[in-house]
Antibody
């Protein structure tokens, strides 16, 4: 059974940093496109970043230069390092697996609150 | 730039059917899409993939009363025999060179 279990997140002041983790089971993260998607309070889904199976990474313009996506194949885990956080980064963050290549699996989500 | 357009809201009665629409921006009618459901206070759940030829494939565990279809630049999600738990936000999603693109979502109210 495919499962994505997230951890990390919480409250941080503007300018601070957080790291999100997403542990996968039932498949290998190295063989799939793995995404981070966020949802600000009361808003829709917004794609944040992707780690392609081949190793390339891409970011939404709103987070480029501040966020870094990475993966640990041995731990079968996806990460999102978030630096220089802003209040507008406040959202629930989801990891999501792409397959052929629509997203077909979601993590449970983790809340990130950026506030002073 | 590819844009997916959804109506902000829809409503239908318990036990009835409803058809939600996702419209691909002009010139992009060959794209397949996925539909995702987000119940209140929950994370998204993958429902299905809808191809540009009208064929669709439901995700694991998704009941057959959820079905997909397409016509031109429009992609549809039809939910039959509406139940109270179908009250949710529904998002369509496609991809450009592997990067996901989301529609704005439709809030479905079951009356």
């Amino acid at each position: 059974e495919v499962q994505l279990v997230q951890s990390g997140g919480g409250w941080v002041q503007p300018g601070g940093s957080l790291r999100l983790s997403c542990v996968a089971s039932g498949f290998s993260v190295s063989g799939h496109f793995m995404n981070w998607v966020r949802q600000a309070p009361g808003k829709g889904l917004e794609w944040v970043s992707v780690f392609f199976a081949g190793g390339s990474t891409y970011y939404a313009d709103s987070v480029k230069g501040r966020f870094t996506i990475s993966r640990d194949n041995l731990k079968n885990t996806l990460y999102l390092q978030m630096n220089s956080l802003r209040p507008e980064d406040t959202a629930v963050y989801y990891c999501a697996r792409s397959f052929s290549p629509e997203i077909n699996s979601w993590g449970q989500g983790t809340l990130v609150t950026v506030s002073s | 730039q590819l844009v997916l357009t959804q109506s902000p809201s829809a409503s239908a009665s318990l036990g009835a059917s409803v058809k939600l629409t996702c419209t691909l921006s002009s010139g992009d009618r060959n794209y397949a899409i996925a539909w995702h459901q987000q119940q209140p206070e929950k994370g998204p759940r993958y429902l299905m993939k809808v191809n540009n030829d009208g064929s669709s494939t439901n995700g694991d565990g998704i009941p057959g009363r959820f079905s997909g279809s397409s016509f031109g630049a429009e992609r549809y999600l039809t939910i039959s025999s509406l139940q109270s738990e179908d009250e949710a936000d529904y998002y369509c999603q496609t991809w450009v060179t592997g990067i996901p693109v989301f529609g704005g979502g439709t809030k479905l109210t079951v009356l």
